[in-house]
């Protein structure tokens, strides 16, 4: 389970200091599929990271599987099995997909065919890509999807995924959201989306929208999804996009 307590984060300095995130409290079981949405500067991002080690909160605590890892680094929350997919992720020149699929793996070896599954499962011709490097030569959707590959080459217990839709292709996003609906379904790994898109958001079993750096509404997908496509909520309609 994935406890958070009272979880803040501030950034800035002096009269500049802003509170991004303000008491955050969610229990999260395993296996839950949550989709974090809301509007632009709500602290979907910001959670995101302090959950994953990239930013370190100002108070309150996350306990993963029984563990406070509120002050481990991000590499001891990869280790403990917390991975996190980058809205704008880095890329790793001299580095093939191959290569990089195998490290994700933590050693693990991989045949051809084994990473040739992993980029087909996010909509990547595999033949075109696996023996590719990481560079400037590919576009910021193609990254995007390589990336995901690696978490789910991974096979983390806590997947945490930052508007995977992102700079990615009709095609690709349905491939995408078929991804999501069978990793869900064949593992027990607990699934964390910021997303604004309507077909991804659908899938949840629960929904957190933060606003302001709070929590706004929080509850099962057959309970708050309504109130989005209905535009209930104040912001519903002005930040919910629809999937083609």
């Known amino acids: 389970m994935l406890k958070i307590n009272n979880l803040c984060f501030s950034a800035g300095e002096g009269t500049e200091r802003k509170d991004i995130l303000k008491n955050i409290s969610l229990d999260i079981k395993d296996g839950t599929f949550l989709v974090l949405t809301g509007p632009n500067g709500g602290g979907k991002t910001s959670l995101a990271k302090a959950i994953s080690g990239i930013v370190q909160p100002t108070g309150g605590s996350i306990v993963w599987n029984g563990t406070d890892v509120t002050d481990m680094s991000i590499t001891e929350r990869a280790h403990a099995g917390i991975s996190y997919g980058f809205q704008q992720p880095p890329r790793f020149t001299g580095m ?40 400037t030569s590919l576009s910021g959707g193609e990254v995007k999807r390589i990336e995901i590959a690696t978490i789910l080459a991974r096979g983390s217990g806590l997947m945490i995924f930052d508007e995977p839709e992102a700079g990615i292709d009709l095609w690709s996003f349905a491939k995408l959201t078929e991804t999501f609906r069978d990793l869900h379904k064949e593992s027990d790994a607990t699934i964390i989306i910021i997303s604004h898109q309507e077909r991804i958001i659908s899938l949840a079993d629960e929904i957190c929208v933060l606003s302001n750096g709070e929590i706004s509404q929080y509850g099962s997908r057959d309970e708050i999804f309504p109130k989005l496509i209905a535009g209930e909520m104040s912001y519903g309609c002005q930040y919910m996009r629809k999937g083609d």
């Open 96 to 135: 093939t997909v191959r290569a990089l699929l195998q490290i994700a793996a933590g050693g693990r070896t991989l045949s051809r065919i084994d990473c040739c599954n992993y980029l087909n499962k996010v909509g990547l011709c595999a033949a075109d890509y696996v023996d590719r490097e990481v560079d």
